[in-house]
């Protein structure tokens, strides 16, 4: 099995296997393409599906925690029956933080686009099943508020990356969540790469249920996506991000991490795992993940492994 792979930004660069995309991977790439043209209209999109009906409001409202922008850190109620269980879902980065930027058909595609587009549709998926659901961010933006010193020549700095990461946790616990999934994409410099990989962190006091939901969720993109199965790793292996030399000792995922004093006094409380489904550097995967099928495709996965946890299964 080849090693986790790091982006660049976060983490050491690591040598690994290459791997092609499979048979079933590109006969499913046709046949989204076939169905959707373009790009997901992200915004318009992810108020329709929240919504149900465009147009329709949502029976949304804001979890109270300080210091977030408006439209962070949402509560949507099951639409049908109650299951009494709360799923807390990051879309990950946001605003001015773009994450990877990948390339599909000749367009530019942004990972903050593309984890809002699919975390919108897992969403709607879940209020349906009868699970309360929090996003952490239903629009285009950060969760964080941010000052004008928190941007620099248009980009966040390390310690507003910081205390973004720290509020979506803070969210999930004011949500009292049963189980936090975040929702990234990957990225490497090589564009042959591709595949399927989760995380989770090993140093909880739930890490046999966070590994539990890491497996079930890593599973199920992979059964759906019929790609490279790039495994499940803890999250030390993934050397954690490096943004600060404080970042780089924490040496674990801020979202899933332990406490630590002065980096992360008040830790995500449930088990927890990030899986990052395609990788948008490979511009086979980008293209799929940009289309509104594949999207659909990768949310009802993410859908299939939450509910096989949540379930005990």
């Not at 990877?100 to 998926?125: C, I, N, P, W, Y």
């Not at 950060?142 to 803070?170: E, P």
């Not at 019929?226 to 000792?249: F, I, M």
């Not at 995500?268 to 509104?292: D, H, I, Q, W």
Request: glycine share 10%.
């Amino acid at each position: 099995m080849a090693g986790p792979i790091a982006k660049a930004r976060h983490v050491q660069t690591r040598s690994r296997r290459r791997r092609g995309s499979s048979p079933l991977f590109r006969t499913a790439l046709v046949l989204a393409l076939a169905l959707t043209s373009g790009l997901a209209l992200v915004a318009g999109r992810s108020s329709m599906v929240l919504n149900g009906a465009q147009g329709s409001a949502p029976a949304a409202t804001q979890v109270p925690v300080s210091g977030l922008v408006a439209g962070a850190c949402m509560s949507f109620a099951p639409v049908a029956g109650r299951l009494d269980k709360t799923v807390f879902i990051d879309p990950g980065h946001g605003g001015v933080d773009p994450g990877v930027v990948g390339m599909a058909g000749g367009t530019q595609v942004l990972e903050k686009d593309l984890t809002l587009a699919v975390g919108t549709r897992l969403a709607s998926m879940l209020r349906t099943d009868g699970y309360r659901v929090v996003m952490s961010r239903v629009a285009d933006s950060s969760v964080a508020r941010q000052s004008a010193a928190d941007v620099v020549a248009g980009a966040m700095t390390a310690s507003a990356v910081h205390r973004d990461l720290l509020a979506r946790a803070a969210c999930a616990n004011a949500a009292s969540a049963s189980v936090l999934l975040s929702i990234h994409f990957d990225a490497f410099d090589d564009p042959s790469v591709g595949g399927s990989e989760t995380f989770y962190d090993s140093a909880r006091s739930f890490a046999p249920a966070s590994k539990r939901l890491a497996t079930d969720v890593q599973a199920a993109v992979v059964t759906a996506l019929g790609n490279s199965d790039r495994g499940v790793w803890t999250d030390d292996q993934l050397a954690a991000p490096t943004l600060t030399s404080s970042g780089s000792s924490y040496g674990h995922l801020i979202e899933l991490g332990p406490a630590a004093a002065g980096w992360v006094d008040n830790p995500s409380k449930m088990p927890g795992a990030l899986v990052e489904p395609l990788f948008l550097t490979n511009p086979e995967e980008a293209r799929y993940a940009a289309s509104a099928a594949g999207q659909d495709r990768i949310a009802g996965a993410l859908r299939t492994g939450l509910e096989k946890y949540l379930s005990g299964a």
